[in-house]
């Protein structure tokens, strides 16, 4: 089975009631961290819960230490999966708004800890569920614990002294999930310092997506990571982004594509920046 795996609005739909499965509500906002709680609250997938990106999907932010998001304590994390009901062979539907970012995030987790299969992405979100005209439900559901025992695989991840002492090799492809304006440094709405880890490229995690908002055919995004990649060997491809979400959605699409799963820069540009020695560029 592959790792990253999608579902359609109406594929869900019609096993709503399928034993063993969990489906998780990962709506949220950047820019207003209230959204998704108030979301979920006023209409969700009938039966999904609701986890949160900072409450839920991320450890609590040291300032000066740590990037916006860092990843949740494992065994927090396990703990938190198993109150949601999630057995170690549950199908795991996972949504937000639309563009994936979040449900992404979430894959990512699920897949850090071990669960390699049963993993879905909602293809177009909350969004192509609404325009699919498919039920919506205010109820909090119930359920019993489950059983879930997930284990984090260290191999998945890349801390900032490792990545810095890879830069400047000519093998390593870097990308940078954010758009390219703070890539280059032009704008910075969320962190103190503006651009990219040296020799980044620029890999907008929305160029995943087609106009409806779906993730594009599996051969389109392979040209797309092909072309990023060049030469270079897959064996040395990091993800990174703002905080560590955004990143998993390029991760998400490469799997989709048919690229193992590469290392992720967890804590990003916002925990790059707190160690001034380290390295800064901006512009292409």
């Known amino acids: 089975m592959p790792l990253a795996q999608l579902i359609t609005a109406e594929r869900l739909h019609a096993r709503l009631d399928q034993a063993n499965q969990v489906i998780l ?8 961290p209230t959204h998704g709680t108030r979301s979920y609250a006023e209409g969700h997938i009938p039966g999904a819960r609701f986890a949160d990106l900072e409450h839920d999907l991320s450890s609590a932010k040291i300032k000066g230490v740590t990037g916006r998001h860092p990843l949740p304590q494992a065994d927090e994390l396990v703990a938190r999966l198993r109150a949601w009901g999630i057995d170690n062979d549950s199908d ?9 970012a979040f449900a992404a995030r979430a894959w990512w987790l699920l897949t850090w800890l071990g669960k390699r299969d049963g993993v879905f992405i909602l293809d177009g979100g909350f969004k192509a569920w609404k325009e699919a005209d ?22 998945l991840l890349l801390s900032a002294a490792q990545l810095q002492q890879r830069l400047g090799r000519a093998e390593l492809t870097l990308l940078d999930a954010r758009a390219l304006p703070r890539f280059r440094g032009e704008v910075e709405p969320l962190d103190p310092v503006a651009g990219h880890i040296p020799g980044a490229q620029c890999a907008v995690f929305t ?18 990571f092909d072309t990023l990649r060049g030469a270079r060997p897959v064996e040395e491809l ?3 982004c703002g905080s560590g979400v955004t990143a998993c959605h390029n991760l998400f699409a490469m799997s989709l594509a048919g690229y193992p799963l590469a290392p992720l820069y967890a804590g990003s540009w916002s925990e790059w920046i707190t160690d001034p020695a380290r390295p800064v560029a901006t512009g292409d």
């Open 238 to 240: 990091v993800a990174y």
């Open 25 to 32: 509500d990962c709506r949220f906002a950047l820019d207003d």
């Open 92 to 100: 795991v539907v996972l949504y937000d708004d639309g563009p994936g």
């Open 134 to 155: 498919l039920p919506l439900s205010d109820q909090l559901p119930t359920s019993q614990p489950g059983n879930f025992t997930g284990q984090a695989d260290a191999t």
């Open 207 to 224: 160029d995943n997506l087609g106009s409806d908002g779906r993730f594009l055919p599996a051969e389109q995004l392979r040209a797309r």
